[in-house]
């Protein structure tokens, strides 16, 4: 009964498959790169149990009431100061408070796409941004992964082809440093250079930054935001990789004008976020937990991300190929032809070892075929060498 | 620069004049009868610390972890009771969690509403809904209340003139049990007519419930739901009003291929609801401190309204009307002709009583000139004596 009711944008919002594999690769006895997501062990977990009370004792039953659509005074202030750190001068009312990223992925989808609307995005992209752009049903075009971020000639190559067909792009979304699922960061060169092509071209740049703060070398790149002179760029942060996820707490920056936007749709998609999540990090920002958080993150991850990329190194076969990563969680891997993602998994599950498989990480679902995403966030140093070494073995096998 | 890019459902979203108007009414210096939200006064704080430090020392950082999109799946098992009790047999995988009831309103007009789409509603009726299932540029079609709730003559009238020019409404959206903001109840009859229609004319029922549970004088009447045999009916309902709200945690309940619908297109709008909060009510309902809450909140409710129902009456001139008012938050009030709530709302700040402007919960903005909805819900008994009669005296005046 219900299909001839479903909207057309459903059609846009199918992921059937990654969620059937998703529900093999948390069980204890897989060893899994699948997750991507921040390990709990590290989380601070005495230091949220003291805050938490402190909140409970200072602030009462107002932990428990509804918040503003815009979120906690305190903690868009606190976002200020972290913003000005890093090179980006803001005000708290170009702040809003959004239930993560995705939210804010939804939020921007929501307020800029009518059905046809042309999008840019990075290819391989991240799953979850492709998701929200796609079930506003835009014409979402990739573009492709090089070792230093996107492809610009092809970026300038599309939008003088969108230009001559008299169609415009609405924004572009990128994960600038060390993209989900590539690990690529964006040289200093094209993030000048996309921010030129906006101005000529007349689009928005989405800037989302879950990894930005990962980076295990200490390299330094702006942000595109903070290179910005012309408000071009609409950023997006999380508190969810670095810190933890589980409060759904995360922001975006821009122009007041679109703020108060971004505001009303949020007002239609939840009302507001969640209050106590969003006392807890103002008290973490305001201890300086969330600056000392980072610090412990930072070798904790290091040490995976060498592993991995020692035991990729040590035994992978020849015909497989990856891009060097410096930060975030993730690998992205590029099999021998006659390997496709897909089967790779069916055996590796009966080997007890998990990831995902490329395809969703497309625009396009079959472009990813030969691809794999591995992530080493939640393996242990060990384990990552275990798994790896089987693996491998698996694609030699074929 | 931003105007020329937003999407054509930007025009839908429009509420200026209502977000103006509630910076105003958090004044402490201010009677407020505006916001409509629970008293946190009447929060059960010291056992939600007591439950929070037990999650903290039984989970450790998962409390912190992501959740699935589904959501905890003990939660889901004790609304399955919680349904059960109400008369609605379902299970586990019919249900998903939902960042708020605002969020249910989302996603069922994401999944359903195409440009142009018939969707029938209260008139007047929730804001949230209204604004929901307008950014989706639905056509919304309200349909008068009366004092058993909506006329369902009618809605018939409407389905056969739909049906006529050869089209079909996606859904009604009920709030069955005191709506915002008539205060209203709907009778079984009409439950049981508005079903037959929905098999009729072939539409779903949404029953948002966030009320349901606040009835001060036990009147039982079941949920359109108990009632439905041909799965024509997606429930929603919220802890929000009659436990805590702040931790934007609600349900929709519906056939499970729905659910997986639904599912999906939770994934792209926020990922998942926030762990801490799915755990705290998980707990909660374990010990028995909903069902406890409830029977806390009854009686504290329940004495607001009489004290707004006798001030009413003390205060008002008689051609100020009102619908008989038996649980929930709200008083809707007409007010005579020569008086609109716009005109009103700015002489009674500055006589320091707020509530809020009647335009809002109708579909088409001028329509509800002459209403106002009076909350009770986190007003003292003095103050709603007080309150009243200031307000009464400005209508006088007019």
């Given at each position: 009964?219900?299909?001839?009711?479903?909207a057309r944008r459903?059609k846009q919002m199918?992921?059937?498959?990654?969620?059937?594999?998703?529900?093999?690769?948390?069980?204890?006895?897989?060893?899994?790169?699948?997750?991507?997501?921040?390990?709990?062990?590290?989380?601070?977990?005495?230091?949220?149990?003291?805050?938490?009370?402190?909140?409970?004792?200072?602030?009462?039953?107002?932990?428990?009431?509804?918040?503003?659509?815009?979120?906690?005074?305190?903690?868009?202030?606190?976002?200020?100061?972290?913003?000005?750190?890093?090179?980006?001068?803001?005000?708290?009312?170009?702040?809003?408070?959004?239930?993560?990223?995705?939210?804010?992925l939804d939020l921007v989808s929501k307020i800029f796409i009518d059905p046809g609307d042309i999008v840019f995005t990075e290819k391989?992209g991240?799953?979850?941004g492709i998701g929200a752009i796609k079930s506003y049903e835009a014409e979402l075009i990739g573009i492709d992964m090089?070792?230093?971020g996107i492809n610009v000639e092809q970026l300038e190559t599309e939008l003088k082809r969108c230009s001559f067909e008299g169609r415009k792009a609405k924004f572009i979304y990128l994960?600038?440093?060390?993209?989900?699922?590539?690990?690529?960061?964006l040289?200093?060169?094209k993030r000048i250079r996309i921010l030129e092509l906006a101005e000529e071209y007349d689009f928005y740049i989405l800037e989302d930054?879950?990894?930005?703060?990962?980076?295990?070398?200490?390299?330094?790149?702006?942000?595109i935001?903070?290179?910005d002179k012309n408000r071009r760029v609409i950023?997006?942060?999380?508190?969810?990789?670095?810190?933890?996820?589980?409060?759904?707490?995360?922001?975006?920056?821009a122009e007041?004008e679109l703020?108060?936007v971004f505001?009303?749709a949020?007002?239609?998609?939840?009302?507001?976020?969640?209050?106590?999540?969003?006392?807890?990090?103002?008290?973490?920002?305001?201890?300086?937990?969330?600056?000392?958080?980072?610090?412990?993150?930072?070798?904790?991850?290091?040490?995976?991300?060498?592993?991995?990329?020692?035991?990729?190194?040590?035994?992978?076969?020849?015909?497989?190929?990856?891009?060097?990563?410096?930060?975030?969680?993730?690998?992205?891997?590029?099999?021998?032809?006659?390997?496709?993602?897909?089967?790779?998994?069916?055996?590796?599950?009966?080997?007890?070892?998990?990831?995902?498989?490329?395809?969703?990480?497309f625009p396009v679902d079959s472009d990813?075929?030969?691809?794999?995403?591995?992530?080493?966030?939640?393996?242990?140093?060990?384990?990552?060498?275990?798994?790896?070494?089987?693996?491998?073995?698996?694609?030699?096998?074929?």
């Open positions: 009964m219900y299909k001839n009711k479903l459903v199918e992921n059937g498959e990654l969620a059937g594999l998703m529900g093999l690769i948390d069980r204890d006895d897989i060893i899994s790169f699948a997750g991507g997501i921040p390990d709990e062990c590290i989380f601070p977990h005495e230091q949220l149990c003291e805050i938490t009370e402190s909140l409970f004792e200072k602030l009462g039953s107002k932990v428990f009431q509804y918040s503003s659509t815009e979120g906690n005074r305190e903690l868009r202030e606190y976002l200020v100061d972290f913003l000005a750190e890093r090179g980006i001068k803001t005000s708290f009312d170009e702040l809003i408070i959004t239930t993560g990223s995705q939210q804010g391989p991240y799953v979850g090089e070792s230093d994960v600038p440093d060390y993209s989900n699922p590539s690990g690529i960061r040289s200093l060169e930054t879950p990894y930005s703060e990962l980076t295990y070398y200490h390299e330094t790149i702006p942000y935001k903070a290179l950023l997006m942060g999380t508190f969810s990789k670095f810190f933890i996820p589980g409060l759904r707490v995360a922001w975006i920056c007041k703020i108060d505001s009303r949020k007002q239609n998609a939840d009302l507001a976020s969640n209050s106590f999540g969003q006392f807890l990090l103002t008290e973490a920002g305001r201890r300086g937990l969330l600056d000392e958080q980072l610090q412990r993150v930072l070798p904790y991850y290091k040490e995976r991300m060498e592993a991995m990329d020692r035991a990729l190194n040590k035994y992978m076969p020849e015909e497989v190929s990856w891009f060097d990563v410096k930060g975030g969680f993730f690998y992205w891997l590029k099999l021998p032809s006659n390997v496709t993602g897909r089967e790779l998994f069916r055996k590796a599950i009966e080997r007890r070892v998990a990831f995902v498989t490329g395809n969703s990480f990813g075929d030969n691809y794999i995403r591995l992530s080493f966030s939640k393996t242990p140093v060990d384990d990552i060498d275990k798994g790896i070494e089987r693996l491998a073995g698996l694609i030699r096998d074929f």
